[in-house]
């Protein structure tokens, strides 16, 4: 049996304003209200919302065999309660289905895991205390910011005993040429370990409208025959698990309406249901269709989704990266120390991985992404308003 498990992430970083050296001691206004209420509601009419319809329609009409997950970041529910409830209803009308399993992450979507693992800890308890809040549901299936994972977190995640499962990038210095249809188990077999199908996610999330590219257009039926292609590998009757992962703004927002992306991801679930042989399948339930024991998996270095490298160099290939980051987690511990409730929420919000992403100085295809996804003019600009937030918080953890 072939197994295809959909994962999407759902995140909207809260943006900075762009406060100025002259804003110190005189402004705390640190994020800019009006362009994240802007981005949100764009990205909710060109995605969440028919999105949410959409597969909450081919879950109706599978009677639930088509099955996904979401990881929802804590900073995006707090903006769609604030700017958009009837996004936040959506997700819950879609969650009450039956057929959507969410997981847990940092709640602000951080790259806590690096540098601080007691924030981590607490991070990811907050999520997933939020969660239980928020849907009733308590998540056993963990995936990292931008899929970040080393055998460290392994480790530090059987502090937490409910995390049964991580999700992975199936990079190709971890695999060596093996396949990631197969599950693995962490190097101190404490948990499963799926690992993303990067290729066949790619072809949905960043080259479905690319008409340079060779195989453009991509049909259900040319993507399906890759899928089923999949299963002449397997010689012994082992279970695969396809995991499909990516960001839900592929639906709408990165890749548009007109592109066709709605429609084909529509047709493509309705073929698959037609499967004898494939099946939707839930992170967790992994457990319980594996005929076989999974091999150990060895990550001694951090890998992510992100960029060519799949390492941690979308956020921290450069000084301007390092030097923000490094500072924002002290104050955040200076913080705590003073008990500073309003600013461990606001240096919180700061070590959103997004931040430092829009620091990163890459070329090429990488720098191109990069740019995409920041609304700010240059990576120094961002450092400088971000630096100058963060100096005004020290100034007030002085007074």
């Not at 392994?154 to 249809?181: F, H, M, R």
């Not at 457990?287 to 490298?309: C, G, M, R």
Request: aromatic residues 16%; glycine residues 2%.
């Amino acid at each position: 049996m072939l197994y295809i498990i959909f994962y999407f992430q759902i995140h909207q970083p809260l943006r900075i304003n762009k406060y100025k050296i002259f804003d110190i001691n005189k402004k705390t206004d640190y994020f800019d209200e009006t362009l994240n209420q802007h981005i949100f509601n764009k990205v909710a009419e060109k995605c969440y919302i028919p999105a949410n319809k959409l597969f909450k329609n081919l879950v109706e009409i599978s009677e639930g065999r088509f099955r996904i997950s979401f990881s929802i970041t804590g900073t995006f529910i707090e903006q769609a309660k604030k700017y958009r409830p009837d996004v936040h209803e959506s997700f819950l009308e879609l969650i009450k289905t039956g057929a959507i399993e969410l997981i847990n992450e940092t709640y602000y979507h951080s790259l806590a895991s690096i540098f601080d693992w007691e924030e981590f800890l607490e991070q990811v308890e907050l999520h997933k205390n939020l969660i239980e809040k928020e849907f009733g549901m308590i998540p056993t299936v963990f995936r990292n910011t931008e899929l970040i994972y080393f055998d460290k977190l392994s480790d530090i995640l059987l502090n937490l005993p409910y995390i049964k499962t991580i999700l992975i990038e199936g990079a190709d210095k971890i695999l060596k040429g093996s396949s990631p249809l197969y599950p693995r188990v962490s190097y101190n077999y404490g948990h499963i370990l799926l690992l993303k199908h990067y290729r066949l996610s790619d072809d949905i999330a960043f080259r479905f409208s690319d008409k340079s590219w060779k195989e453009y257009p991509l049909t259900a039926e040319k993507y399906i025959s890759w899928i089923k292609k999949l299963s002449l590998t397997e010689k012994e009757g082992k279970n695969l698990y396809l995991n499909l992962f990516m960001d839900y703004e592929t639906f709408g927002e990165h890749q548009w309406k007109e592109s066709g992306i709605f429609e084909f991801i529509k047709k493509m679930v309705e073929l698959l249901l037609k499967e004898k042989n494939i099946s939707f399948l839930l992170p967790s339930e992994v457990n319980y269709t594996l005929n076989y024991t999974p091999k150990t998996l060895f990550v001694p270095e951090p890998t992510s989704w992100a960029d060519i490298e799949r390492d941690l160099s979308a956020w921290l290939s450069n000084s301007l990266q390092w030097n923000a980051m490094k500072t924002c987690y002290e104050l955040l511990k200076r913080a705590k120390e003073k008990n500073k409730k309003e600013l461990i929420n606001i240096l919180r919000n700061l070590t959103t991985s997004d931040h430092f992403y829009y620091m990163c100085i890459k070329y090429f295809q990488d720098g191109d992404v990069h740019k995409y996804f920041s609304p700010y003019s240059s990576p120094e600009e961002v450092y400088r308003y971000y630096m100058n937030i963060l100096s005004d918080i020290e100034e007030r953890l002085e007074e």
